[in-house]
């Protein structure tokens, strides 16, 4: 079993809720737009940690973190790329390799937009956490954590940060 904090489009602001919020976790994930090295330093600092980056992202996140992670974690092969759309409407960038080889979970960022779904095309779930920095339209901050537990995923929950 495996306690995941998954939180995305921070746009370089920090709340200590992050870390409040993360304590349970095993592993934190950031879905892109991270917008510091501070951010990704200080949540890599506390657990182990995985991140992708996002189009604002500049050079010294994209030498740290790739575009595209791959991974498996406690049995379920997961997948993030910031701008990766959602079932129904993936994005052009991404939607080859999850027709090609679907993970149990795509997890994306960049619409600043909370959305849970799942793809039964594609027997897959996926996750955009929401934004949990100040920057952007979004009205509320969001973070979510689950748990993976032999390649199930359970226990997920969404936390309202507050509003900006």
Not at 134 to 151: A, C, E
Request: aromatic content about 10%; hydrophobic content about 40%.
């Amino acid at each position: 079993m495996t306690r995941i904090g998954l939180l995305s489009d921070t746009h370089a602001y920090w709340d200590e809720k992050y870390l409040k919020y993360f304590e349970p976790c095993d592993e934190i994930w950031h879905a892109g737009d991270i917008g510091s090295l501070e951010v990704a330093e200080k949540l890599a600092a506390f657990r182990p940690f995985r991140a992708v980056y996002g189009n604002i992202d500049g050079q010294e996140i994209r030498k740290l973190y790739p575009q595209i992670n791959r991974f498996t974690v406690d049995g379920a092969e997961v997948l993030i790329k910031h701008i990766g759309g959602y079932p129904g409407k993936y994005d052009p960038s991404i939607i080859g390799s999850l027709m090609t080889r679907p993970p149990k979970l795509f997890i994306s960022g960049h619409s600043h937009i909370l959305k849970v779904k799942y793809d039964k095309t594609l027997d897959m779930l996926h996750i955009n956490p929401g934004a949990a920095g100040m920057s952007g339209f979004h009205k509320v901050r969001t973070l979510v954590r689950f748990v993976i537990n032999q390649g199930a995923f359970q226990d997920l929950e969404v936390i309202e940060l507050a509003d900006k």
